[in-house]
């Protein structure tokens, strides 16, 4: 069977918290890349970074739905939404834009867990933890080659 130390990369391109998001945004580029891990120094995973977020920044803030009545306002939205989207649009800084509930898979994880996430979750890039440091990182073409190891 084969795992995710099987296919993962181990030449992570991270980045930090307080990295530009400017120069995030170039990395992503430069690279290739659909999405990268954001570590700390002790190379803890605390995020990912991916294309989808910054394209977010590109994104109209939408008007907030209302409802008035006697002249009083009442919100018919969550306000917490709305500053946490507000923050992700005017972000400057990768640890303002990332996603920080990540999905991770350790080593021994088999491929096909990993393509189940892929597939469910529109997921393009999954790190790899163990002992809560980053190893690896596996995207959809990692996934790929598999079809073709055999030949």
């Known amino acids: 069977?084969?795992?995710?130390?099987?296919?993962?990369?181990?030449?992570?391109?991270?980045?930090t918290p307080d990295t530009?998001?400017?120069r995030a945004g170039k990395l992503l580029l430069e690279n290739h890349i659909n999405g990268m891990p954001v570590v700390n120094d002790q190379k803890e995973l605390e995020g990912i970074l991916c294309q989808s977020d910054l394209i977010f920044q590109q994104k109209e803030m939408p008007v907030p739905p209302i409802f008035t009545i006697l002249d009083s306002i009442f919100p018919?939205?969550?306000?917490?939404?709305?500053?946490?989207?507000?923050?992700?649009?005017?972000?400057?800084?990768?640890?303002?834009a990332m996603v920080k509930d990540v999905v991770t898979v350790t080593p021994d994880t088999p491929v096909s867990e990993i393509a189940s996430l892929m597939v469910e979750?529109?997921?393009?890039?999954?790190?790899?933890v163990e002992n809560q440091?980053?190893?690896?990182?596996?995207?959809?073409?990692?996934?790929?080659?598999?079809?073709s190891a055999d030949d």
């Open 133 to 147: 440091k980053l190893v690896g990182i596996i995207g959809k073409e990692d996934v790929l080659r598999t079809l």
């Open 1 to 15: 069977m084969i795992n995710a130390r099987d296919i993962m990369q181990n030449r992570i391109i991270s980045v």
């Open 121 to 128: 979750k529109h997921f393009h890039t999954i790190p790899v």
């Open 76 to 96: 018919l939205f969550s306000s917490k939404k709305m500053d946490d989207e507000f923050q992700k649009i005017a972000a400057a800084t990768v640890a303002q």
């Open 20 to 22: 530009d998001i400017t």
